[in-house]
């Protein structure tokens, strides 16, 4: 018997109610729909702690972050990506392809992005029409101060614009009290649903600047989303991913029942009890600051040991998928996910199942060591 | 006990298998997907009848669209859209928000479009670099001659765009015989899967105008896209929607298990079916010419009934959801789906529903004169 485990940050596990709100299928013209719609939107709010609008596409978290740039800027306007991992780079990648001017501050893989560079850009830049900061960087493990970006930004007339695809409902994320102008987000990590959602929350300030963007858009065009929203009953402008809604709308009651505050806890506390379990292997950690890694837990793989070899041997014969390094972090760490419908045998299994594959590939441990520190911090709590 | 019946014209009915299969999730960058994946491309090329490159989007239909536009055509291309209803407006309205020149060729709602119209319209703009056309316009019921047009598209440089979103395993279509460049489909109605997936099949000459088309695409690019698919095992660039492809994969064996040639011939003998029991009402049909008619059946509504009455009425009491009419057709016609999972029975309960609202609602109707027509001509065959 051996049981499959997806503990890799994206897609992340799904709890059995979820799944199987799946399988049945309302019309997405009728009042049902317009019901679950309105509770899936004030359970978005309530998981982006935000007051304001929110869109929903069907689409990657990708499509979201596209939907950030096509909607709120026009050709050539200036932006500022900070830029420190594999998504950091996509918003480069998405802001260039739609011919904005891309100032990029970019760090080192596994540093933090730092406040005190928007300061200096957007004081040397008073043109700068929007700010990109990627809340959680999944290649990394690193959670960026999103919070003090925003006390920074909201002064200026720039747009805030977060991908918190990974770490919404993970680490902490304020989209009003921080100032998030634009806050992207998608299905399949924090909010425990199969992928094929994205959402953007869009603030006053957002809007103001939608009106006068020049990019093209029309599948993710925000008004038209909001103009759809806002029927009675709420509908949406194209054939929504119907299925996947029912999902969320379970996955948004149970955040709601834990209550979000215990939620980012709980988080926290993996992530805790996971880097405790790394350490005392006499493992590395890949991310400078870990003081926010609540979402995932980068490790930096032992001399003489390809990660792509463990995360191989974990997935073919322990059952256990975590993730290898991207891009040019391929086969120098592996990353422990924690994000979403984690409990804390899941954080025992995983750390277990990394001993069983470094032994196996020859690194000295003495069975139980990670598990064992791990289990201390969570029985403490 | 009221039972829900799903006969709009999309979403469509979904067979429990295909539903059931949400209810797992494999992760995407592995073996087990790669093979899914491999499996539902050769799948969906089975069912557009194409040697041609497939690309899959987590979007809804209209995604795909906005793909075709973006991916092969820069600003200020001239393009022919032959627009007779709804989805003929909405290529026109993409195109134009994508800044392309366009040339429209409408038609009465209703009427089909005339090849003879693309002959004109090329000869006269031999600077065309494509033409738009929708296989199957849903709010009309009409059906439009691809195989001819696609005669004339492919003596000239244009490419040849069709829509096949609700025409595809409904209504014959054969992507390379008939010259199509670039074909889009969705998900959720001959493919009886739930809504959240597009498809676009690419020629080998839409590859060509691919290269230099400067119109932005990003999570829409197809350059991406095949170069992720052509991965061993095959990926998607950004996270896939597992679980709807899950579903599709077991929705395209049934496809290919029935045989897309009876797939055909069982949409047009319930479409016959269909038209034979309204006729039989005393009820006119909507689409000037029905010869191809086999997606949606679309009804005029009888002097004094409002159609959204009827749908309502069947909706509330009578647990049946059909459609009405869009837009301009608001109130005056209703439509009676027969896309995808449908079986003989659907066509009887479908036709019976409608007598019980028209005849609650004051119309003359002797019980199962429609269903007694429909069922000769069910019985025949």
């Known amino acids: 018997m051996k049981k499959d485990y997806i503990f890799t940050p ?3 596990p799904v709890p059995h109610s979820v799944s199987v709100a799946q399988s049945k299928m309302i019309h997405h013209r009728s009042a049902d729909f317009g019901e679950l719609f309105s509770r899936v939107l004030d359970g978005l709010k309530y998981a982006f702690q935000t007051q304001n609008d929110i869109v929903v596409f069907a689409s990657s978290g990708t499509g979201g972050l596209e939907a950030a ?10 932006v500022a990506v900070f830029n420190g991992g594999k998504f950091g780079e996509r918003f480069v990648e998405i802001a ?3 011919g904005l001017d891309v100032i990029q501050v970019a760090y080192n893989w596994g540093e933090s992005a730092n406040p005190s560079d928007c300061e200096r850009v957007l004081s040397e830049n008073p043109d700068i029409k929007g700010v990109m900061l990627t809340h959680s960087e999944t290649s990394t493990g690193v959670v960026n101060d999103v919070e003090a970006f925003g006390r920074i930004v909201r002064q200026t007339p720039a747009l805030f614009v977060v991908d918190t695809i990974s770490g919404l409902c993970a680490a902490p994320f304020k989209t009003d009290e921080w100032g998030v102008d634009i806050a992207v987000g998608g299905s399949q ?5 199969p992928p094929g959602l994205a ?21 993710f065009c925000f008004k038209a989303a909001r103009k759809s929203f806002s029927k009675t009953p709420p509908q949406t402008p194209y054939t929504p991913a119907i299925t996947l ?11 709601k029942d834990e209550g979000l505050e215990n939620v980012w806890a709980r988080h926290e506390l993996f992530a805790r009890a996971t880097r405790a379990g790394v350490k005392a292997l006499g493992l590395e950690l890949f991310a400078k ?5 609540s979402v995932v837990t980068s490790v930096i793989s032992p001399d003489g040991i390809n990660s792509g070899d463990l995360v191989r041997l974990l997935r073919s014969k322990y059952g256990i998928f975590i993730a290898g390094g991207q891009s040019k972090l391929k086969g120098k760490i592996f990353r422990l996910g ?11 299994v995983q750390l277990a199942a990394v001993e069983f594959g470094l032994k196996e590939l020859g690194f000295p441990v003495e069975l139980g060591t990670g598990v064992s520190s791990a289990m201390k911090i969570l029985y403490e709590e």
């Open 69 to 78: 740039v096509a909607n709120c800027f026009s050709p050539g306007d200036k």
């Open 199 to 219: 959402f953007v929350a869009v603030s006053e300030k957002a809007w103001k600047a939608v009106e006068t963007a020049r990019l093209p858009r029309y599948y």
């Open 245 to 255: 809604l029912q999902a969320l709308d379970v996955a948004l009651k149970m955040i």
């Open 338 to 348: 924690h994000v979403g419908y984690f409990d804390r045998y899941d954080i025992i």
């Open 96 to 98: 260039s392809f739609f």
């Open 189 to 193: 990590k924090g909010l425990m649903t």
């Open 10 to 12: 994206g897609p992340t």
């Open 289 to 293: 600051d870990s003081s926010r890694a």
